[in-house]
């Protein structure tokens, strides 16, 4: 535990001269981001709960916000491939661009790489997916620490030095201390006292490095007693430093007894981010009360050997999401939770000599949840020829406007406590959600199981498909250039496993590489086949 020295409690007249509640947390090595403690060798960071968090809690809606913040920088170019500027994109990048072939396309204008469709194609066919083009701000600092900063705190002004949902929770509770709130309004997994949550002397979000802390803390941790202290500056200090200690020991009991009273009815990866989320998903099944949630995905800070790591890191993501929602739908929460990614930058359009990417400005941020009423895109996609000196992306879209919307929106916080809280104004976007909403859980993403993939052997190529609906099909081949070679099959097939063979249609198809389409029902798949002859 975090030991107080026996002098501090001796009161002097010095102390309301020479102490204040910053210089004392300083003191005990405490300051910085906000109030991190070291708790039996745990390094943790709180920050109290106040009227706006209290009200967020006591929502009926019941709404939640999870931010996912990509830590080191996401490169949005190969996250969201523009298609239709393709030849600018792979002339910037020679050696780590996605080929057409191995794209899932979105539209006709933009696709991801296919090593995430199997698991974000549920939320684009289901109308719970929105894309955010090209947001970021006025000169964008490129570096990882002041970047973070001013995506957390809003602006670039370096004289603030309070985050967006910091200047909420600013007004303490008068008897906090002694009255804490039953749940924590906010939790935040890895990332130890991140400025978004930062007021000007406290970190407001219950913060965990990972999630085995729980257990260590709560089987090792004793109540402070916050009433017996002196009537002095430094014993209002002894009194904050306890009512912390307190605060972090019950809500992490809180927060494992939550999450005892529910089970993962899907298997989360093995991940941090999975770990993060599988309890997560958990605590809001329970009813926590708990509003905003943020986990850290780190290593995107992609210099060097970029596809191979790129990949890691956007499988994660993906399949951690795929999991957390289809976990959240049997208790039917799913469509209460909105999840958003936000990076700290993006990277420059020009790949570097490392086969990776340097430091960028704009990029996309993505929105997950049936609340988003339709997938699709919001903005206007950066020009890959108009660029800043030394590279890199002109920004379309000020974040803060995602931020406004989101607050003002899924959160339902009133515009004109919003605005004195957001460093400038904000445009109200049109995301897909208001505070008057009402979304059905997405089912499906777990109703449906669908799978199709070209299979090969001696002498016959074939597409295999494998679903558990019957339905009506339209199949059909294109060469690399997208031109249509031919209706493969057109008609219904039942439940079950089917191979559709290409090399019996057509038997003298000339060698290459092909895309082949399926259209099933209203919703569209493709994947590449290769031909040999």
Not at 348 to 359: A, M
């Amino acid at each position: 535990m975090c030991i107080i020295h026996k002098d501090h409690l001796n009161c002097n007249t010095e102390d309301h001269q020479n102490w204040n509640r910053r210089s004392f947390m300083q003191t005990l090595g405490l300051g910085g981001l906000g109030a991190t403690l070291m708790i039996n060798g745990i390094p943790m960071a709180y920050g109290q709960p106040t009227p706006l968090t209290s009200a967020l809690a006591s929502a009926e809606s019941g709404r939640v916000l999870l931010i996912i913040r990509l830590q080191g920088g996401n490169d949005g170019l190969n996250t969201i491939v523009p298609i239709y500027d393709y030849d600018n994109y792979a002339n910037a990048r020679p050696t780590i661009k996605h080929e057409l072939t191995n794209l899932y396309r979105l539209s006709n204008d933009f696709g991801m790489p296919n090593y995430v469709q199997e698991y974000l194609e549920p939320f684009w066919e289901c109308g719970s997916m929105r894309i955010v083009h090209g947001t970021g701000y006025q000169n964008q600092n490129l570096s990882h620490f002041t970047g973070t900063d001013n995506i957390s705190k809003g602006t670039d002004d370096e004289l603030i030095d309070t985050g967006i949902y910091g200047n909420y929770f600013e007004n303490i509770y008068p008897d906090y201390l002694l009255n804490l709130p039953e749940a924590p309004p906010a939790v935040q997994i890895g990332g130890i006292g991140d400025i978004i949550f930062k007021g000007t002397e406290s970190n407001f979000a219950f913060t965990l490095a990972n999630t085995q802390q729980l257990e260590r803390i709560v089987s090792n941790g004793n109540l402070y007693d916050v009433a017996d202290v002196p009537d002095c500056t430094r014993g209002s200090q002894l009194r904050y430093v306890r009512g912390i200690l307190n605060a972090t020991l019950k809500y992490s009991g809180v927060i494992q007894e939550a999450a005892s009273t529910q089970v993962n009815t899907v298997e989360f990866p093995d991940t941090q981010l999975g770990r993060a989320l599988a309890i997560i998903s958990k605590t809001i099944k329970a009813r926590m009360n708990t509003s905003v949630y943020m986990v850290n995905l780190n290593g995107f800070d992609t210099h060097a050997n970029q596809p191979e790591r790129h990949q890691e890191l956007l499988t994660n993501l993906s399949q951690a999401l795929n999991a957390f929602y289809k976990d959240l739908v049997p208790e039917e929460r799913d469509s209460d939770v909105l999840t958003m990614t936000i990076s700290e930058f993006g990277r420059r359009v020009k790949e570097n000599g490392s086969n990776g990417t340097d430091h960028g400005t704009a990029a996309p941020m993505l929105l997950f949840g049936p609340s988003l009423n339709g997938s699709g895109f919001v903005g206007e996609h950066p020009s890959l020829t108009n660029l800043t000196r030394g590279g890199n992306l002109q920004h379309t879209q000020d974040f803060i406007n995602v931020y406004g919307t989101v607050m003002e929106q899924w959160l339902c916080i009133n515009q004109s406590i919003i605005n004195q809280s957001l460093p400038r104004t904000y445009t109200t976007l049109d995301i897909g959600f208001d505070c008057n909403s009402s979304v059905s859980s997405i089912e499906c993403i777990i109703r449906e199981k669908f799978q199709h993939t070209a299979i090969y052997d001696e002498e016959n190529v074939a597409i295999r498909i494998s679903s558990n609906e019957g339905d009506s099909y339209e199949i059909a081949l294109y060469n690399i250039l997208g031109q249509r070679t031919g209706i493969l099959f057109e008609g219904n097939l039942d439940a079950g496993q089917h191979d559709i063979s290409v090399s019996e249609k057509w038997p003298h198809l000339a060698s290459g590489i092909y895309i082949y389409s399926i259209k099933k029902g209203n919703k569209k798949y493709s994947k590449k086949i290769i031909i040999e002859s």
